[in-house]
Antibody, heavy 121, light 110 residues
Framework: EVQLLESGGGLVQPGGSLRLSCAAS????????VSWVRQAPGKGLQWVSG????????YYADSVKGRFTISRDNSKNTLYLQMNSLRAEDTAIYYC??????????????WGQGTLVTVSS | QSVLTQPPSASGTPGQRVTISCSGS????????VYWYQQLPGTAPKLLIY???QRPSGVPDRFSGSKSGTSASLAISGLRSEDEADYYC???????????FGGGTKLTVL
């Protein structure tokens, strides 16, 4: 059974940093790309970032480019999102999602339950 | 504003057929696959339609997807109360080199 378990969310001040993790199980992690998608309170889904199965190719939404870094540790079956220079508008539930291919697309076949990030003073 | 445009709301009575549109451009919908996601209240999104018109295992055939040019549609026939949810379209955007979602459509079953 595919499982994705996000962690690392919490309350952080504007300008601060946070690192999210997503522990994957039930599939061969290194064979698949993965993405982060977020949802601000009461708002719609926003694609944030994606990384290929090998970790070589990474992609970012313009709104987070230069502030967020996606990475993966295939030996630990874990996806990360390092978030720096956080802003109030980054407040959201962050979901990790599996892509059923090695390249990054918006084909997201399994989703985690999400972790809440709140940026506030 | 979202790169992909969806109506904010849609509604229908049980048994009816409803459609939800998703409008984009040549850099996203016209040149890439469209995906649809269903988000029930308080839960994570779920893949509903992949590669324009394919249903994952377990998704009822009441749900169907189509694409033409820069637009796509999700159709739900035989509407049921449990279909009440938010629906999102998504596609890759070649110009942005990233994924894009529609703003979402809240479906109400009257």
């Amino acid at each position: 059974e595919v499982q994705l378990l996000e962690s690392g969310g919490g309350l952080v001040q504007p300008g601060g940093s946070l690192r999210l993790s997503c522990a994957a199980s039930g599939f061969t992690f290194t064979s698949y790309a993965v993405s982060w998608v977020r949802q601000a309170p009461g708002k719609g889904l926003q694609w944030v970032s994606g990384i290929s199965g090998s970790g070589v190719n990474t992609y970012y939404a313009d709104s987070v480019k230069g502030r967020f870094t996606i990475s993966r540790d295939n030996s630990k079956n874990t996806l990360y999102l390092q978030m720096n220079s956080l802003r109030a508008e980054d407040t959201a539930i962050y979901y990790c999602a599996k892509i059923p291919m090695t390249t990054v697309t918006t084909y997201l076949d399994y989703w985690g339950q999400g972790t809440l990030v709140t940026v506030s003073s | 504003q979202s790169v992909l445009t969806q109506p904010p709301s849609a509604s229908g009575t049980p048994g009816q057929r409803v459609t939800i549109s998703c409008s984009g451009s040549s850099s996203n919908i016209e040149s890439n696959y469209v995906y649809w996601y269903q988000q029930l209240p308080g839960t994570a999104p779920k893949l509903l339609i992949y590669r324009n018109n394919q249903r994952p295992s377990g998704v009822p055939d009441r749900f169907s997807g189509s694409k033409s040019g820069t637009s796509a549609s999700l159709a739900i026939s035989g509407l049921r109360s449990e279909d009440e949810a938010d629906y999102y379209c998504a596609a890759w955007d070649d110009s942005l080199r990233g994924g894009v979602f529609g703003g979402g459509t809240k479906l109400t079953v009257l």
